[in-house]
């Protein structure tokens, strides 16, 4: 299974699938960032309750950001999570004033290149 896969499954309503598909890449890459995000992507768009907790997503969402400090889609789902989902004003603006600087910083960087 793939991201793509997982992703349709989702689009098709087949949340529990995909969150299984998605549980099992994680166990077999638990270091993988990307993944983490995916998973908490799944668990903050499922239609129901039955599923993991929002704290569980936001725990995926802290490992990525842990695992890979420099992830933009990681920083970048920190900032809405805290802003929409879990809404914590102060976190959302942290997670956002990080994400717009590392964004500035990278901008710079291709000025320079360019």
């Known amino acids: 299974m793939n991201i793509a896969t997982v992703t349709q499954l989702a689009a098709n ?14 166990s ?3 270091e993988c960032a990307c993944l983490l995000v995916h998973k908490a992507r799944l668990i903050m768009v499922q239609p129901s309750t039955a599923g993991p907790s929002l704290s569980e997503a936001e725990m ?6 842990e695992l890979d400090s420099e992830s933009l889609e990681a920083i970048e789902e920190l900032a ?10 102060e976190k959302a603006a942290h997670f956002a004033g990080i994400f717009i600087a590392d964004v500035n910083k990278r901008l ?7």
């Open 60 to 65: 995926c969402l802290l490992r990525a950001r």
């Open 80 to 89: 809405h999570f805290y802003d929409a989902v879990l809404p914590s004003k």
């Open 108 to 114: 710079a960087k291709i000025r320079e290149i360019g």
């Open 28 to 30: 077999s890459n638990p």
């Open 13 to 26: 309503g087949k949340y529990e699938e995909a969150l299984a598909a998605v549980d099992s890449m994680v």
